[in-house]
C-alpha cells in the first residue's frame, strides 16, 4: 500500500512490533531517552505560541520550508509551529511531525527533530537503527525504531531523508488503531514524500525506442546467459515490433533431455530473422 517506501516503514514496524523480544543491539546513537513508562504518555498535541491549524477539506500538495514535497490528506489538520508541520488526523491521538534542518548527520536531525515536535528529548528509547537503500531522489535514507510499551498500544518511528546537505525528519507517533483505519491516507503523504527539486521519471506521452540488431543481440544473449545460470533446458524467443515479428531465436542445450546438474552440457544459441 504505500508502495516505494514499503520496506521503510516495514522495517520500522518491524522493530516496533517486536519490542517484547529480547532488546536488540542498536545501530543508532548512542545517547538514548528515558525509560518506557507503562502507561500511555501521548495523546492531543497541546497547542503552542504562534501556531495555526489549517483543517483540510481534501488531499493537498504541501512542501516543507525546505522543499520536501508532500501530500496532506483531506480531513486531517495541519499544524504549523515555526518551521515545524505536523499533520494530525481527526481521531487527535497521532501526529506526523515533519521538521527540516542542515544538521551535521542523521542521528542529529533526529535529536533537533524531537526538540521541535515536544520540546524535549524522544520519550521513547530508541529499539533499532537502520539504513536503507536511497530512492525517489533522496542520497541517504536512515529509519529509527522505538521501544513503546504494551499499554500505549502505539507505533512509534522516525524516517531522516538526506538530500544534499539538507535533512527532512517525519516523526511517525502513531496510535495503533488510527494507524489500521487511516492505513490508506498514510500511504498517500508517504507514497510522494519527495526531496526539492525531484520529479518521479514517467514515460507518459513518450515513444517507445525502436530496437535494432544491437538491441536485439543484446537481449538475445541476456535471456541466453540466464537460461544457462539457472540450467534451463531450452528458451524460444520472439519479438514484435509495430506488430510484426521483429526476430526469432531459440536457446537450447546440446541434449533435449534435462541432464543432472553435476553433468557438464553443451548449449547454444542461434538467434534467427523472420523469413520474408
Not at 553435476?262 to 534467427?272: D, E, G, K, L, Y
Request: with cysteine; net charge positive; charged share 25%.
Amino acid at each position: 500500500m504505500l508502495r516505494r517506501l514499503t520496506p521503510i516503514l516495514c522495517a520500522a514496524a518491524l522493530a516496533s512490533a517486536c519490542h517484547h523480544d529480547a532488546p536488540a543491539k542498536s545501530t543508532g546513537p548512542t545517547e538514548i531517552a528515558t525509560p518506557v513508562p507503562d502507561e500511555p504518555v501521548r495523546g492531543p498535541l497541546p497547542s503552542v505560541p504562534a501556531e495555526s491549524i489549517e483543517k483540510l477539506t481534501a488531499d493537498t500538495p504541501r512542501t516543507t520550508p525546505l522543499g520536501t514535497a508532500f501530500v496532506a490528506p483531506g480531513g486531517w489538520n495541519l499544524r504549523t509551529r515555526g518551521d515545524t508541520i505536523v499533520l494530525e488526523p481527526p481521531e487527535g491521538d497521532s501526529h506526523l511531525a515533519f521538521v527540516d534542518s542542515k544538521a551535521k548527520d542523521a542521528d542529529a536531525a533526529v535529536a533537533a527533530a524531537w526538540q521541535a515536535y515536544l520540546g524535549k528529548p524522544s520519550p521513547w528509547a530508541i529499539k533499532l537503527a537502520t539504513d536503507q537503500p536511497a530512492r525517489e531522489g533522496w542520497d541517504q535514507i536512515r529509519v529509527y525504531g522505538y521501544e513503546t510499551s504494551e499499554n500505549e498500544k502505539r507505533n512509534v518511528f522516525a524516517l531522516a531523508m538526506r538530500k544534499a546537505e539538507a535533512w527532512t525528519v517525519v516523526i511517525v507517533d502513531l496510535a495503533n488503531a488510527t494507524g489500521e483505519k487511516r492505513g490508506g491516507q498514510l500511504g498517500v503523504v508517504f507514497d510522494r514524500l519527495r526531496p526539492s527539486g525531484y520529479d518521479r521519471e514517467s514515460f507518459a506521452g513518450k515513444p517507445a525506442a525502436k530496437l535494432d540488431a544491437a538491441h536485439v543481440k543484446t537481449l538475445v544473449d541476456f535471456v541466453d546467459q540466464a537460461r544457462k545460470d539457472l540450467e534451463i533446458p531450452g528458451v524460444a524467443i520472439g519479438l514484435i515490433q509495430d506488430g510484426k515479428v521483429l526476430s526469432r531465436a531459440a536457446s537450447a542445450c546440446a541434449s533435449s533431455a534435462s541432464p543432472p546438474r553435476s553433468t557438464p552440457t553443451r548449449c547454444s544459441s542461434s538467434p534467427r530473422t523472420p523469413r520474408r
